[in-house]
């Protein structure tokens, strides 16, 4: 492919994501509205993604314990460590460690869905039958994405502080209540703030994402192998970068 | 609207052409369907016979020509006024293209269960006509994935049929299939043509089966169901349209299509 060819692609890429926003913002605003379809993705995007949250907080909560653990003791100031768990855990590793194992998980299987679909003809045979796909397909998973990302993440975050907790108790030889004491004081309300409104983003971009990389999928099931790497790749540097805007952004405006 | 004329063409392309990038697919095509009558369009593999069908539909525009359905014109119009149009239309699509989350009984009755307010049990009595019609009324509760091609082909084709459609559109509806099984569908295409009026639009490269549906005729005697040769008004009623090089090179009855000098159409049937 020449410079200019792929130059040429990738804005056709662009302009094509922000027709479907366009879209979708359409079919949030209009009827007809597939209140079914809406419950059916809050429970697969929702509920199904529990447990990949559930494990990656714990785990990321307990390792977060050691390592500050560690680096607190060159500074005798072990007794700390729930302040630096609950301030990184909420404004940064919850918000994105949470996007990143959705995208993984939702990102992908929603590309891998709308693309066979595509390669099937089946989004065709919406439209033939009268169904407009961005709203039968696309807007339901974004309400879900942008609903359920943010829970998710508050969950995460939870069980990372009581993950963190049981590290620090039993392996730091610190106790309880100076713990709690000390993630209370490590959180401001911006910090809280900061880890709403960060997922809520996150989880639009990465279920938008996977619906525009889905349906834009050709090129039989070798495409829809594609669309699904497509789909995770695209989703998981766009997670951190949109992380990064959001949280110059945010201690700007609120700090 | 041309609707009040019972015999004006309910499809009509006047010199449509359509290119992707630097590739011409369609150049300055027109034909017409008859209100009844079928047309096959035959040709090689790319040559753009799937894409007349999607033009059609309005799933695809054409870059320039007219295209017209009941005497609307309808290729400058937008998804959503495109709607009332697919109303009068039923696509069955290659492979059948159901949608595999739902079960048959859904997928035959998407149309009425997401597009009216009929109440279900009127829904679910349409739905079982329709399987009853292509003979498949015992897998109502299945899943696409339990079906055999020929059935999935077969539920496709009711489901195209479920909100009565004047138009049916078929997307090869044949290929991959064994000659028997073939047959199946080529009867269902019959029996639509003759028995139920609707004006039939076929893309295929089979030509066993468009002989077969040109050849034929459904009769019904006592209540019984026959496939006897067509007479010689039936099968002028079935056309072909021969595209190559995204021109029409070729359009006629049967006997013409079989008596044409053309050294590219003969080389294309032998």
């Given amino acids: 492919m020449t410079f200019t060819a792929g130059v040429k692609k990738g804005v056709l890429e662009v302009q094509e994501y922000f027709r479907l926003l366009g879209q979708i913002v359409r079919g949030l605003t209009s009827r007809p509205i597939y209140f079914r379809d809406i419950i059916e993705q809050f429970d697969a995007i929702g509920i199904g993604s529990m447990t990949v949250v559930l494990l990656t907080g714990t785990f990321t909560g307990m390792v977060l314990a050691l390592q500050s653990g560690v680096t607190l003791d060159q500074f005798g100031a072990r007794s700390m460590v729930?302040?630096?768990?609950?301030?990184?855990?909420?404004?940064?590793?919850g918000p994105v460690l949470t996007a990143l194992m959705v995208t993984g998980r939702v990102g992908s299987g929603i590309a891998a869905e709308l693309g066979s679909m595509m390669v099937t003809e089946q989004i065709s045979a919406l439209r033939a039958l009268g169904t407009d796909p961005v709203r039968k397909l696309v807007v339901p998973r974004v309400l879900a994405g942008i609903v359920m990302v943010p829970i998710l993440t508050v969950?995460?975050?939870?069980?990372?502080?009581?993950?963190?907790?049981?590290?620090?108790?039993?392996?730091?030889?610190?106790?309880?209540?100076?713990?709690?004491?000390?993630?209370?004081?490590g959180l401001y309300i911006q910090d809280v703030w900061m880890g709403l409104i960060k997922p809520f983003f996150l989880g639009f971009v990465i279920v938008t994402i996977g619906c525009h990389v889905g349906l834009r999928t050709s090129g039989g099931t070798q495409g829809v192998g594609r669309a699904t790497t497509n789909a995770v790749v695209a989703g998981s540097v766009t997670v951190l970068a949109v992380d990064f805007l959001l949280t110059k952004l945010i201690l700007t405006l609120l700090y | 609207m041309a609707t009040h004329d019972p015999d004006a063409p309910v499809i009509r392309f006047v010199g449509v052409s359509l290119a992707f990038d630097d590739k011409v697919i369609l150049d300055r095509v027109s034909f017409e369907l008859l209100p009844g009558?079928?047309?096959?369009?035959?040709?090689?593999?790319?040559?753009?016979?799937?894409?007349?069908?999607?033009?059609?539909?309005?799933?695809?525009?054409?870059?320039?020509?007219?295209?017209?359905?009941?005497?609307?014109?309808?290729?400058?119009?937008?998804?959503?006024?495109?709607?009332?149009?697919?109303?009068?239309?039923?696509?069955?699509?290659?492979?059948?293209?159901?949608?595999?989350?739902?079960?048959?009984?859904?997928?035959?009755?998407?149309?009425?269960?997401e597009g009216t307010s009929m109440p279900i049990p009127e829904v679910d009595a349409r739905v079982m006509e329709v399987l009853g019609f292509v003979g498949l009324d015992e897998f109502v509760a299945r899943m696409p994935s339990e079906l055999s091609g020929g059935q999935r082909r077969r539920v496709a084709i009711a489901r195209a049929l479920t909100a009565k459609p004047q138009i049916l559109l078929y997307d090869e509806p044949t290929t991959g299939l064994d000659p028997i099984t073939a047959l199946t569908i080529d009867d269902e295409i019959i029996k639509l043509r003759d028995l139920e009026?609707?004006?039939?639009?076929?893309?295929?490269?089979?030509?066993?089966?468009?002989?077969?549906?040109?050849?034929?005729?459904?009769?019904?005697?006592?209540?019984?169901?026959?496939?006897v040769p067509a007479s010689p008004e039936k099968m002028a009623e079935t056309e072909f349209l021969m595209l190559k090089d995204s021109k029409v090179l070729f359009e006629g009855t049967l006997p013409e299509l079989r008596a044409s000098t053309d050294p590219y159409v003969k080389a294309f049937l032998e």
């Fill in chain 2, 37 to 113: 009558r079928a047309k096959v369009i035959l040709g090689g593999s790319g040559v753009g016979k799937s894409t007349v069908l999607r033009l059609v539909l309005g799933l695809l525009k054409p870059d320039s020509g007219e295209i017209h359905i009941n005497g609307e014109r309808v290729d400058q119009l937008s998804e959503e006024a495109l709607m009332p149009v697919r109303d009068r239309l039923g696509m069955v699509f290659q492979e059948g293209a159901l949608f595999d989350s739902l079960t048959v009984r859904e997928n035959v009755g998407y149309k009425l269960f």
């Fill in chain 2, 197 to 227: 009026e609707v004006s039939t639009l076929i893309v295929t490269h089979q030509l066993r089966d468009a002989f077969y549906i040109a050849s034929h005729m459904a009769v019904r005697e006592q209540g019984a169901l026959r496939f």
């Fill in chain 1, 155 to 185: 969950i995460a975050n939870g069980v990372g502080m009581v993950g963190a907790w049981i590290i620090t108790v039993t392996q730091l030889g610190v106790s309880g209540g100076v713990f709690w004491n000390s993630v209370v004081q």
């Fill in chain 1, 82 to 93: 729930g302040r630096l768990v609950s301030a990184t855990m909420v404004k940064e590793l």
